[in-house]
């Protein structure tokens, strides 16, 4: 990938730059499952970026151990889908944008906003909170009753 002029590889040492998260503040998590902790960035993962993902259940510093195999977990995990033409998506990432592109932008538009509120931390802790509420009043109805 060095002859390539839209990657760029940095190392960051943690102890000269302790960077915990991202411009627009999205957690970085270094170290959390191992070292190296290899993140990608690209217009879809914004400047938040995303993990390089294991393929191995070797510890993570063996697996990208190996220069090659690093360098295929990251072009893997760069994939890039194009939502007009569908070139680099999988299956169902092209039947999932068929599916919405019948809806049009403004089902689109309210279908986002729900995800988003989903993934709210207010939301979130709410739907724990009832998912508690919800294993206590199960418990108390006995193994054998359902709801």
């Not at 102890?15 to 970085?28: F, Q, V, Y």
């Not at 270094?30 to 191995?56: C, D, H, I, K």
């Not at 070797?58 to 890039?80: H, L």
């Not at 939301?123 to 109805?141: I, N, V």
């Amino acid at each position: 990938m060095k002859d390539d002029p839209l990657v760029v590889f940095g190392d960051v040492n943690l102890r000269e730059a302790p960077i915990r998260s991202a411009a627009d503040g999205t957690p970085l998590n270094p170290g959390m499952g191992g070292w190296p902790t290899l993140r990608y960035f690209n217009s879809e993962t914004g400047p938040g970026g995303a993990v390089v993902e294991q393929n191995t259940k070797q510890k993570i510093c063996d697996e990208f151990k190996d220069g090659a195999r690093m360098v295929e977990a990251t072009k893997a995990s760069m994939k890039i889908c194009d939502a007009v033409s569908g070139a680099g998506c999988d299956p169902d990432e092209v039947t999932y944008f068929d599916a919405w592109r019948e809806q049009g932008k403004g089902a689109i538009a309210a279908e986002a906003a729900r995800l988003a509120d989903l993934l709210s931390e207010e939301t979130q802790k709410k739907m724990q909170g009832e998912t508690r509420l919800l294993a206590k009043l199960s418990k108390s109805l006995g193994a054998n009753d359902e709801l």
